[in-house]
Nanobody, 115 residues
């Protein structure tokens, strides 16, 4: 059973920065891809960023403001978010997809951006 544990969420003022962490219970090399998604109340979930090998992809709403990275030594994926806006307020979820097509999700971490 894979566990993904997110941390780093919190309350920040608009224009500020946060770094989210996602610690995996097994080697992240074993996953095809990992990523971050978010869901705001009453809204559909949306892609924030993904990383697969050395390739990264960011959602349109956050492009240029977020950086996803990985540390294979600690089995952790990070999401650095800068220039945060109130509309970035959401629960952020870590996701991992393995080579068999199975997906795993963390419990989520709340990010609140005040104006």
């Amino acid at each position: 059973q894979v566990q993904l544990v997110e941390s780093g969420g919190g309350l920040v003022q608009a224009g500020g920065s946060l770094r989210l962490s996602c610690a995996a219970s097994r080697s992240i090399d074993s996953f095809n891809a990992m990523g971050w998604y978010r869901q705001a109340p009453g809204q559909r979930g949306e892609l924030v960023a993904t990383i697969s090998g050395g390739n990264t992809n960011e959602g349109d709403a956050v492009k240029g403001r977020v950086t996803i990275s990985r540390d294979d030594a600690t089995n952790t994926v990070y999401l650095q978010m800068n220039s945060l806006k109130p509309e970035d307020t959401a629960v952020y979820y870590c996701n991992a997809a393995d080579w068999e097509g199975l997906e795993y999700w963390g419990q989520g971490t709340q990010v609140t951006v005040s104006s």
